[in-house]
């Protein structure tokens, strides 16, 4: 389909994009740069909701001379991107350490960066998967680095930029190697040209390096060595919405590019996904277990997420890639609610030390409240959204015969339980420390309430959500 054909079917990507554009206008007239934000949590909700002008459950659209494809599996994580955003936004309307006269920029950044994170879902051409990735990877760098005062902000804004920078040349050289062996930059092309027996060894080496590119993207170990130090100095929603959004979107490109490229070696790529999985999952909760400060404990939880959600990757099996998706969901829910929490109580305490949470069921029963239901969720423990992302990812690892796996997995879920009641139990069973009563804003609570809905949601209520995932498959 030729470009103009194609713009009736983009819509809500172009909403979205104007939004953006609208948004760094609007600052430039308002006072109240508050008023932006919101502005901005209705272009999302906008694009969440805009109508769709095709059929999705039929036949997928090849936009833009096959650069895009639009089928459900595009619109499933472009709402969920949206979704994501819009609370971050909300998130990030009662965050004091913004200044006021640079919260404008801010909010357009993460419209633009949203943008980003669709095309990455609808892309199966290879130069539009690294454009795509590239301009969400320097919107990242941005945001990281936004507040300009922070010494720690700009020094991980700087490492990130570098580690991503060396990981995305290695991901372009493997590119360059699918094109070299295939002819061709069409994932769909490629995986009937690069299976002939010359190219078979170098399509092999070309899809590890690939994997290296999104293996940054998703903190999979060993290419983690970012998110620490990033998601502990970045203002606290961007370090939500980083070790949120971009890794589901980067789950959803590699599924992509591995179902429509490179499935007929998975026999290959399988057992070395398998081993990663195990890889990162043990170094995200064993790092973990030593962390003093509550977003560095969170940023090698994520890590180690990461490896629970490579499990349905490596597996990709019925049961296997329905949940990746559904973790995906799940993860947003609890991952995002608990640096909500987090926020909360920074804003009050000026820390981020797991120390400063010692008594907080005292002073705020319902943040501690809160924060005891997402991190049960990250353990895993039903009857919330963590516990069905994990059954499974587990289910899969069992029915494709990797016990091993999932063995590994049930262990690492044990160690993980230790550092998440750590933090129930200084909330509870710890004297206070700081005796003041913490604050609610509205957009925070508003954020946190529909967050918490969520997450029992997708726990009491799989079903509604397991048939949305099972529509929005591709394979």
């Known amino acids: 389909m030729n470009a103009t054909e194609s713009l009736r079917y983009f819509l809500p990507e172009l909403f979205l994009l104007s939004g953006a554009l609208i948004s760094l206008g609007l600052d430039l007239f308002v006072r109240n740069k508050k008023l932006v934000g919101f502005f901005a949590v209705l272009v999302l909700l906008g694009t969440a909701v805009f109508p769709q002008v095709s059929d999705l459950a039929g036949k997928p659209l090849e936009l833009f001379y096959g650069f895009f494809t639009l089928d459900a599996y595009t619109c499933f994580f472009r709402v969920l991107t949206v979704l994501i955003l819009a609370a971050t936004v909300l998130i990030s309307i009662s965050y004091r350490e913004l200044s006021p006269s640079e919260e404008g920029e801010y909010y357009t950044l993460l419209l633009l960066t949203g943008f980003g994170l669709i095309l990455m879902a609808a892309s199966t051409n290879l130069l539009m998967i690294f454009l795509s990735v590239e301009f969400v990877s320097l919107m990242s760098y941005i945001l990281t680095g936004f507040l300009r005062k922070s010494h720690k902000a700009k020094e991980a804004a700087m490492k990130y930029l570098l580690y991503g920078s060396a990981a995305s040349g290695i991901m372009l050289f493997g590119m360059s190697l699918v094109f070299g062996a295939s002819g061709s930059l069409e994932l769909s092309i490629i995986r009937n040209l690069s299976a002939t027996a010359p190219f078979y060894g170098v399509t092999l080496i070309a899809l590890i390096l690939f994997l290296v590119g999104l293996g940054f993207k998703i903190s999979m170990a060993p290419f983690h060595m970012w998110a620490p130090d990033v998601y502990e ?243």
């Open 233 to 475: 100095a970045a203002p606290t929603p961007v370090a939500a919405f980083l070790t949120v959004a971009p890794k589901a979107l980067g789950f959803a490109l590699m599924m992509r590019v591995l179902s429509t490229g490179f499935l007929w070696i998975n026999w290959k790529w399988s057992p070395l996904l398998m081993g990663l999985s195990i890889l990162t999952m043990t170094v995200g909760n064993v790092t973990a277990i030593a962390q003093t400060n509550i977003k560095r404990l969170l940023a090698y939880s994520s890590i180690a997420q990461a490896g629970y959600i490579l499990m349905g990757v490596c597996t990709f099996n019925e049961t296997g890639v329905p949940g990746v998706l559904i973790y995906l969901v799940a993860y947003a829910f609890t991952n995002l609610g608990a640096f909500t929490v987090v926020i909360m109580v920074s804003n009050s305490t000026k820390s981020d030390e797991l120390l400063s949470y010692a008594g907080l069921a005292k002073r705020a029963p319902f943040l501690a409240a809160s924060l005891t239901v997402f991190m049960l969720s990250l353990a895993g423990i039903p009857p919330l959204a963590g516990f069905i992302g994990k059954f499974y990812v587990f289910s899969s690892a069992i029915q494709a015969g990797y016990l091993t796996l999932a063995v590994a997995a049930a262990v690492n879920s044990a160690i993980a339980a230790f550092y998440y009641f750590k933090v129930v139990r200084l909330m509870y069973l710890v004297p206070e420390e700081t005796p003041e009563k913490i604050p609610y804003p509205l957009p925070l609570t508003l954020a946190l309430g529909l967050l918490l809905i969520g997450t029992f949601a997708v726990g009491l209520a799989p079903s509604v959500f397991i048939k949305a995932v099972q529509t929005a498959l591709f394979v």
